[in-house]
C-alpha cells in the first residue's frame, strides 16, 4: 500500500466476541483517529442438513456472518455519530432473499437475511446524524470458499451456472465495485439500501 501512497496496518479481531471488537476499535482508533468507511465482510458457511446441524455450528455461522455485524456496527458506528459522518457496508448474500440450490445451508441463509434487516435496521436509526449503512448481496462469486465447492462437487458449479442468466459466477471486483459505489459520494442518498449483484441469480 505504501507504493500506492497509502499507509495501512492490520489489527487480529474474533468478530463473534464483542470484547475483541471492542479492542479491535480502540486499537484502530487509536492509530488511525479517525475511521471513514466500515465494511464487514468476514463469513463462513457450512453446507449441513439443517436436520443435522449442531447447536454450536448453528451458533459458529450466526456469530461470525451476524452477531458480528451487529458488534462492528455498533462500535465503529458510536464513534461515527459522535463525529456525524461515516458510512458502514456490510456483505450480506443473495442467500437473505432466496434459498440457494442444491446445497444445504438454512444457519447461512438465515445468518444473511439477518444482516440485511440489520442494515436497514441502524440506516433508519442513523440516518439523521450522518451515518449511512449500506449492504452488499452477492450471488456467486469466484472466492477461495466459492471455488473450493465447485472442486469438490462439479454438478455444484453447473447448477449455479445454469440458474445465473449471466451463465457464469462473478469475480471479486464485481463486488468490490459495489462496495465502492456505497461508501463514496457517488450514493450519498441511499441508505438501507441492499444491492444485489448475483447476475441475475434472483431474477427468475
Same mark, same amino acid.
Given at each position: ?9 492490520? $489489527? ?8 475483541? $471488537?471492542?479492542? +479491535?476499535?480502540?486499537? /484502530? ?5 479517525? $475511521? ?8 463462513? *458457511?457450512?453446507? &449441513? %442438513?439443517?436436520?443435522? =446441524? ?6 459458529? &455461522? ?28 456490510? &456483505?450480506?448474500? +443473495? ?27 441502524? *440506516? ?6 450522518? /451515518? ?10 469466484? @472466492?477461495? +470458499? ?7 462437487? %462439479? ?8 440458474? =445465473? ?9 464485481? &463486488? ?9 459520494? *457517488?450514493?450519498?442518498? *441511499? @441508505?438501507? =439500501?441492499?444491492?444485489? /449483484?448475483?447476475?441475475?441469480? =434472483?431474477?427468475?
Amino acid at each position: 500500500m505504501k507504493g500506492l501512497g497509502r499507509n495501512s496496518f492490520a $489489527v487480529e479481531v474474533n468478530v463473534s466476541d464483542p470484547s475483541s $471488537v471492542k479492542k +479491535m476499535t480502540e486499537s /484502530v482508533y487509536k492509530k488511525a483517529k479517525q $475511521v471513514d468507511v466500515l465494511v464487514n465482510n468476514a463469513g463462513v *458457511a457450512s453446507n &449441513i %442438513p439443517a436436520e443435522d =446441524t449442531s447447536d454450536d455450528e448453528y451458533k459458529r &455461522i450466526m456469530g461470525i456472518n451476524l452477531d458480528g455485524v451487529f458488534y462492528c456496527c455498533r462500535d465503529v458506528g458510536k464513534r461515527m455519530l459522535a463525529r456525524g459522518s461515516g458510512c458502514i457496508v456490510n &456483505i450480506a448474500s +443473495m442467500s437473505g432473499h432466496v434459498v440457494n440450490d442444491p446445497q444445504p445451508q438454512a444457519p447461512y441463509n438465515i445468518s444473511k437475511a439477518g444482516v440485511i434487516m440489520l442494515t436497514k435496521s441502524f *440506516a433508519a436509526e442513523w440516518a439523521k446524524r450522518g /451515518v449511512r449503512v449500506n449492504s452488499v448481496s452477492p450471488g456467486y462469486i469466484q @472466492t477461495e +470458499m466459492t471455488k473450493r465447492g465447485m472442486e469438490m462437487y %462439479p454438478a455444484w458449479k453447473e447448477r449455479w451456472e445454469s440458474m =445465473t442468466p449471466m451463465g457464469h459466477v462473478g469475480e471479486p471486483n464485481d &463486488i468490490a465495485n459495489a462496495v465502492w459505489y456505497l461508501a463514496s459520494d *457517488a450514493s450519498k442518498f *441511499a @441508505t438501507g =439500501t441492499d444491492l444485489i /449483484v448475483d447476475g441475475g441469480y =434472483t431474477s427468475w
